[in-house]
């Protein structure tokens, strides 16, 4: 599909699975990791590893420079205003998590509402509550149209003088349905609400813009987007953070420490407290600087071309139900095969080497609107080939075939 | 991977047995996997300090049903704490992935498989976790 | 200095530093990895990387499969009680953080105490102001004597019938100390109090049973023991976590979600939000396998053999005033020379290719007491030689000629 | 690491340029590096708009001290808006190691290390800092 043969760099592509090629249709959930990723974390150990911003030696200053040079790939990469803005998390749930108690403890007062959508990620949901309830706010869902596009108008109507937060995936991870955050941004900041956006569907797949985007907070995870696991990013607007209290507190975000008090460094250190993932966040800026080398619109192109063929095909099998808008999709292509559990899907698809998930994807509420338990759900990513797409039809016939 | 997917698995799936309501039961539990969705709700009639009939219904993936199929097969007729042996011993088995010594499992060491597999080992015990709910309702009484 | 020659399995100590071989001396504030950590991190990742939990493919249960066979490496390690006790959090300050908001949020009341000492690292002293300041509880600080040890006679009247926590670190990463840990974890229950021990330096150095030790919680970093960044581990007694609220809160945590409230996944998961950080927790098992090896008796013996020698050579330079307890010391040596800012000490022997630590090592209140802005600090660990110790002994004197 | 600990540098920690106080100063700022302890009071007597006089105490590392003594010299006999500039100039040379275009950074071209030093940025930009406290302080005046 893309010029590069990028298959060679991924070696987990070349094992085989019960015999069979491996067909890796679950990059949604997390993404393999391309040769240069893992590379450059073994090379960062060997040679230039010590902890950051403290050691006054040639490995803890080429550390810290490195780790550094690390948030400002990823800041370019996702063309932040500020780099002070740019927070190194665990991944997005901790990013939101981050939000959750440092901004929405503090800044969201009884009486106000919070805006979400029904096809949050349960990590876009559960923090929200949690807050909610502790401050004594509404939270406000953003209904849903028949084909799973958030109702704009009503958006319009739910988004008012009382909304301290909304708080919105840009891609679901189910649906695929890629929302209208520009707009969304737009609907926030004129009732003077901040909004969040949950990145973790899109940074992988698109070109991400903040400083077109405007939002006032932004989460992503690297392993979604061929990074290391325990490695994710937050990046929020500079002026805000500034006036959030700390999240987690102890070394490298205090500025000085009493027995009885302390007070905090300066942004992004605040936010990150404790020894960071420091080899992970180098292995982040690499897989950034894959992702760039190939080029996110060429990525995105291919994303949409694999997820047209999958929803095409899928719609023409018999007993077929797929999830989601037509058109507008993110990489992901839900659906269920009448008369068969997803989960039965997914373990007689793995006996042909495919691996999808089925379940309800951290996203509950979202099955009980689809009125199903859970889903079976392929997703695409650069590595992927239309032969994979036909793999996944080849194999739903015979597990129709086994389970009739 | 060993096959999870046997023809004794597909075949209770297909045709579970003791699938349905009891007439006349003593007690009736419900469990449930939210994790995954599966439900199901054992029936049972129990003639002093034994299990005469065990019934189950329910929707989930093959395993937890063809599981609760067997589980109906192997309990009925047991006395209350031969039962209790008996879903240690599966539980056991599901984990190690190996037949206990004493007794054996019948159809229930096709799903062998699943000790390998962690996420589904939860599918395969679920009617026999509903089980000891359904022991400990017993008790109670 | 062991049978085999361990050096040779860690590649960065081949490198130069401005030209001489590098005598690593700062492994307190992060260890090098070996090269078994690094492979069994990359294989995971080429052979049966995916999400955990969720996947029901074969590279699904696979990845599940080791990152929970990780936990049972980890847990018999520290002789850990149960199996379910033990989380994976990002490192030592993840874990008091979530102690300190679940538990000490929760569980802690107005005009109880917090019992810490003043040579507390910053992530174990900072959260419990916190804390402190948010229920109105006080914070009580078990005073030291002249060499750095406890006052356990004051102890004894600190910890009282108001007490609700214990907070104390095993090991001091300044001075060195080890803390009577078995003895205040009895003061802490028999005043019906739970105690925190933050074992950053100790898990690393000397074996650990908790089964002996027998604390409620238990903290500690994966890079400070041959594992990766992003990892680390919280132990807490089972029954104590059930009652406690949850930390972070998304997918994996969640049992069943809501619009409106959710409710909470078994232990430990419960504490385990997000995808976590799979690769590192796989790595972290392979350095406890790779420290089980040498053997955790041998490595402490090596850890104090260093240790002995460098206190002994260091309090035999001139003008040299060394810190802590001279017996029964962990693996650091704090000092400082006279007329000679510690940056400065660790500046010009990074010229010689050494390094060691300079600065506050997040412990501002104990730089305090010590009466000094900053100290000079060497660490060891298994890689370590006799032959770094004298380095340091020569660079110290080529130093002091520079500067002099 | 290009050697930071060179003669000129060595030269001024060890014979600090202008430390001390001033017999009639109009102004004294005090700076503090808390990540490390380093400390700083710098001195100025004000003549108009121009420096006529600076000097400074403090304890800290050499970097940060020789750099304080840089300063004093460097400064002593501009503008106001010509020390701003001269602000600039140092910070965005430590930043980036390359010496600016126009005047001559002198003895501070010694400092030019540290532009790979992350850690050690701030010790030498402390003086620098705190100067330009010192000229907020003017400007409120
Ligand atoms: C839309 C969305 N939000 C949040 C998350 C949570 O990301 P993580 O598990 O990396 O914290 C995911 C991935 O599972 C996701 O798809
Ligand atoms: C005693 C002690 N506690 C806590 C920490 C913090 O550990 P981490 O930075 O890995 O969270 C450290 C290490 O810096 C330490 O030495």
Same mark, same amino acid.
């Given at each position: 599909?893309?010029?590069?043969?990028?298959?060679?760099?991924?070696?987990?592509?070349?094992?085989?699975?019960?015999?069979?090629?491996?067909?890796?249709?679950?990059?949604?959930?997390?993404?393999?990791?391309?040769?240069?990723?893992?590379?450059?974390?073994?090379?960062?150990?060997?040679?230039?590893?010590?902890?950051?911003?403290?050691?006054?030696?040639?490995?803890?200053?080429?550390?810290?420079?490195?780790?550094?040079?690390?948030?400002?790939?990823?800041?370019?990469?996702?063309?932040?205003?500020?780099?002070?803005?740019?927070?190194?998390?665990?991944?997005?749930?901790?990013?939101?998590?981050?939000?959750?108690?440092?901004?929405?403890?503090?800044?969201?007062?009884?009486?106000?509402?919070?805006?979400?959508?029904?096809?949050?990620?349960?990590?876009?949901?559960?923090?929200?509550?949690?807050?909610?309830?502790?401050?004594?706010?509404?939270?406000?869902?953003?209904?849903?149209?028949?084909?799973?596009?958030?109702?704009?108008?009503?958006?319009?109507?739910?988004?008012?003088?009382?909304?301290?937060?909304?708080?919105?995936?840009?891609?679901?991870?189910?649906?695929?349905?890629?929302?209208?955050?520009?707009?969304?941004?737009?609907?926030?900041?004129?009732?003077?609400?901040?909004?969040?956006?949950?990145?973790?569907?899109?940074?992988?797949?698109?070109?991400?813009?903040?400083?077109?985007?405007?939002?006032?907070?932004?989460?992503?995870?690297?392993?979604?987007?061929?990074?290391?696991?325990?490695?994710?990013?937050?990046?929020?607007?500079?002026?805000?953070?500034?006036?959030?209290?700390?999240?987690?507190?102890?070394?490298?975000?205090?500025?000085?420490?009493?027995?009885?008090?302390?007070?905090?460094?300066?942004?992004?250190?605040?936010?990150?407290?404790?020894?960071?993932?420091?080899?992970?966040?180098?292995?982040?800026?690499?897989?950034?600087?894959?992702?760039?080398?190939?080029?996110?619109?060429?990525?995105?192109?291919?994303?949409?071309?694999?997820?047209?063929?999958?929803?095409?095909?899928?719609?023409?099998?018999?007993?077929?139900?797929?999830?989601?808008?037509?058109?507008?999709?993110?990489?992901?292509?839900?659906?269920?095969?009448?008369?068969?559990?997803?989960?039965?899907?997914?373990?007689?698809?793995?006996?042909?080497?495919?691996?999808?998930?089925?379940?309800?994807?951290?996203?509950?509420?979202?099955?009980?609107?689809?009125?199903?338990?859970?889903?079976?759900?392929?997703?695409?990513?650069?590595?992927?080939?239309?032969?994979?797409?036909?793999?996944?039809?080849?194999?739903?016939?015979?597990?129709?075939?086994?389970?009739? | 991977?060993?096959?999870?997917?046997?023809?004794?698995?597909?075949?209770?799936?297909?045709?579970?047995?003791?699938?349905?309501?009891?007439?006349?039961?003593?007690?009736?539990?419900?469990?449930?996997?939210?994790?995954? #969705?599966? !439900?199901?709700?054992?029936?049972?009639?129990? +003639?002093?300090?034994?299990? %005469?009939? /065990? =019934?189950?219904?329910?929707?989930?993936?093959?395993?937890?049903?063809?599981?609760?199929?067997?589980?109906?097969?192997?309990?009925?007729?047991?006395?209350?704490?031969?039962?209790?042996?008996?879903?240690?011993?599966?539980?056991?088995?599901?984990?190690? #992935?190996? !037949?206990?010594?004493?007794?054996?499992?019948? +159809?229930?060491?096709?799903? %062998?498989? /699943? =000790?390998?597999?962690?996420?589904?080992?939860?599918?395969?015990?679920?009617?026999?976790?509903?089980?000891?709910?359904?022991?400990?309702?017993?008790?109670?009484?």
């Amino acid at each position: 599909m893309l010029e590069r043969d990028v298959r060679r760099d991924f070696p987990i592509l070349n094992i085989k699975v019960n015999g069979k090629p491996l067909v890796y249709l679950d990059s949604a959930a997390s993404s393999q990791k391309p040769n240069d990723v893992l590379q450059s974390y073994c090379r960062f150990c060997e040679s230039r590893y010590a902890n950051v911003h403290r050691g006054i030696h040639t490995l803890g200053e080429a550390a810290t420079g490195d780790y550094e040079a690390a948030r400002r790939t990823v800041a370019e990469f996702i063309n932040a205003p500020e780099l002070e803005g740019v927070i190194f998390t665990r991944g997005t749930t901790e990013s939101i998590n981050l939000v959750a108690r440092s901004f929405g403890h503090k800044f969201i007062k009884h009486g106000q509402s919070i805006v979400l959508t029904p096809m949050e990620h349960h990590a876009n949901l559960v923090p929200w509550q949690l807050v909610a309830k502790a401050v004594g706010a509404e939270l406000r869902f953003i209904p849903l149209k028949e084909d799973g596009t958030l109702d704009i108008s009503e958006a319009r109507k739910l988004i008012d003088h009382t909304t301290a937060l909304v708080s919105v995936t840009h891609v679901s991870n189910v649906l695929g349905t890629i929302n209208p955050v520009g707009e969304l941004v737009q609907l926030a900041h004129k009732v003077g609400a901040k909004i969040l956006v949950d990145g973790a569907q899109s940074v992988p797949h698109m070109p991400v813009s903040l400083r077109e985007l405007n939002p006032d907070f932004y989460a992503f995870s690297g392993h979604k987007m061929l990074g290391p696991t325990g490695i994710g990013v937050l990046y929020g607007r500079p002026e805000i953070l500034a006036d959030m209290d700390p999240f987690l507190t102890g070394g490298e975000m205090i500025r000085e420490v009493y027995l009885d008090h302390a007070t905090w460094n300066e942004l992004p250190y605040k936010f990150e407290a404790g020894t960071p993932a420091i080899a992970e966040a180098i292995g982040l800026a690499e897989a950034v600087r894959y992702l760039t080398s190939i080029g996110m619109e060429r990525i995105a192109q291919l994303d949409h071309l694999l997820t047209s063929q999958a929803l095409n095909k899928l719609s023409r099998e018999p007993d077929t139900k797929v999830y989601g808008p037509r058109t507008q999709h993110g990489a992901v292509v839900s659906f269920n095969v009448k008369g068969i559990h997803p989960h039965d899907l997914a373990g007689l698809l793995d006996r042909e080497g495919i691996a999808i998930r089925a379940g309800h994807h951290c996203c509950q509420p979202l099955m009980r609107w689809l009125d199903v338990q859970a889903t079976a759900r392929a997703s695409f990513y650069l590595y992927n080939v239309p032969e994979d797409v036909d793999a996944l039809i080849e194999g739903l016939k015979v597990a129709r075939k086994v389970l009739a | 991977m060993s096959d999870i997917y046997s023809e004794i698995l597909l075949d209770h799936y297909r045709l579970p047995r003791n699938k349905g309501k009891l007439f006349q039961e003593t007690i009736s539990v419900e469990g449930k996997n939210p994790l995954c #969705g599966d !439900e199901i709700v054992l029936h049972l009639k129990l +003639d002093g300090e034994r299990v %005469s009939e /065990v =019934a189950f219904e329910g929707s989930g993936c093959a395993i937890s049903m063809a599981s609760a199929s067997m589980l109906t097969e192997d309990l009925k007729g047991r006395t209350l704490s031969e039962v209790e042996s008996r879903i240690d011993q599966f539980r056991h088995f599901i984990r190690e #992935g190996a !037949e206990p010594e004493g007794e054996s499992l019948n +159809d229930m060491i096709s799903l %062998s498989g /699943v =000790a390998k597999l962690p996420v589904r080992v939860k599918c395969a015990t679920l009617a026999w976790t509903t089980m000891e709910e359904a022991l400990r309702q017993v008790a109670k009484k």
